[in-house]
């Protein structure tokens, strides 16, 4: 069995949750689920999935603190 594995901004880093068995979109936040119900939410949005070598590349979004 090959499960996703999740990477924020490009493929080279190291993935931000592996084993992945559920993606949730919802609207500005993505929420990741692991085969043993392990869950991760992601400020941003899915660029591209790469179902070929269960790949996910998130564009994590940063929230401005407000300060200038």
């Not at 901004?9 to 990741?32: C, F, S, T, Y």
């Not at 939410?41 to 070929?52: H, N, W």
């Amino acid at each position: 069995m090959c499960l996703a594995k999740a990477y924020l901004n490009k493929w080279g880093d190291e993935p931000v949750l592996q084993d992945i068995a559920h993606m949730r979109l919802h609207g500005e936040r993505v929420e990741l689920e692991t085969l043993l119900g392990e869950e991760k939410v992601i400020p941003g949005r899915v660029v591209e999935v790469d179902f070929a070598t269960s790949r996910i590349l998130l564009d994590e979004h940063r929230e401005a603190d407000g300060s200038s």
